[in-house]
Structures are given as C-alpha cells and as structure tokens.
C-alpha cells in the first residue's frame, strides 16, 4: 500500500495524521453514533438525518472554500458527518426495511465506485470526491457495526467495541509504520 505524501491530492486541506488525529476521529465517530441516537428520540430519525446533512453540507462548503486546514472547520464537518452518516444507516434498516447485510452491500459497493473517482475518474472534483466517498464510510461501519451488533450474531455492542478495537489498533500501526518509511525514503531521495 502506498500512501501519497505528494500534491497529487490537495491534503493541504486535512490535518496531519498523528495518534491526536485518529483519537480526535474516534471521539467523532462515537459522538456522531451518540448523537445521532439522542436526536433521533427526540426529533426523530428523518429529522435527525435531513439536520445532520445540512449542516455537514454547510461545513463541508465551508471546509471545501478554506484554502488550507482549518480546525474549525474540518472537525465540525467531519463530526456532523458523523451524525450524518449514523442517521443514514439507521435510517436505510428502520424507515426503508433493508437488512443490514443489504445495506452494507450498498454502501460498500458505492463506497469503491465512488473511491474509484478519487482516484483517477474524477480529477476536476477530487476533493468534493474524496469528502463523498469519506461519507460512505460511515454508513457502511454502521450497518456493519449494527448487523454484528443486533443482528444474526448478535455479540452485543460490547462484544463488538472490543472488536472494531483489535482491529483498528494493528491498521493504525501498520499505516503509522509505512507513512514514516515513506517519508524516510523521500528525505533519502
């Protein structure tokens, strides 16, 4: 696997990734999970998902118009995304009746053809492709998280955070590893 360190792709615009990055993003994808819940019980889930994607859609613009990483900014859009996403899954298996199984063939499936489109179909809109493929993600973990969850194996959700844990920890190693030996390789070079 190859990590880009380039301009090929405008990363200008996105932190650095650091161990604080992927806790601020696990914070994000728990609170989206959260948050999407508690508003779904209060507004409901159809409200929950038509506010949740409008303010991503205004952060996103916002974070889109910035000429280079924003905190203030990337973070908002990337929690709202969150909620967003979690919304949508929960909406695709409650209000449409799709098993999880099905849903997360969906989003998967839009997932690679979207990330296709980052990375050579769609060069004029790169950066809005990345930012949609990126929202794919999220109902995809979610109907994954949700089926083992609730569904057929039903392990329960500590069962399953433990899970997504053991696996997140060897990815974030071995891309922490690779990102710093390509590095190293570009400063020999």
């Known amino acids: 696997m190859t990590i880009t360190t380039t301009n090929k792709f405008d990363y ?6 650091t161990g604080v990055f992927w806790l601020a993003k696990l914070i994000t994808t728990g609170m989206g999970e959260s ?4 508003l779904s019980s209060i507004i409901s889930k159809p409200a929950t998902l038509l506010v949740s994607v409008v ?13 280079r990483y924003r905190p203030q900014f990337y973070w908002p859009t990337v929690a709202t995304l969150a909620i967003a996403g979690t919304a949508l899954a929960d909406e695709t298996h409650d209000a449409l009746g799709i098993g999880y199984p099905i849903s997360v063939a969906i989003y998967l499936i839009a997932t690679m053809v979207v990330s296709m489109g980052v990375n050579g ?6 950066v809005a492709t990345f930012w949609f493929a990126y929202i794919l993600t999220r109902p995809v973990g979610a109907s994954i998280a949700d089926y083992c ?3 057929t194996p039903n392990l329960g959700n500590e069962v399953m955070s433990l899970v997504w844990i053991a696996l997140f920890i060897p990815v974030m190693i071995y ?3 690779k990102f710093h030996q390509q590095l190293v390789a570009e400063k020999a070079a």
């Open 149 to 151: 969850g609730y569904g």
């Open 35 to 38: 948050v999407s819940d508690a």
């Open 12 to 17: 200008s615009k996105v932190p650095a990734v």
């Open 121 to 126: 179909f769609s060069k004029k809109f790169e």
């Open 175 to 177: 891309l922490g590893v």
């Open 55 to 67: 303010a991503f859609l205004i952060l996103l613009t916002m974070q889109l118009r910035s000429d």
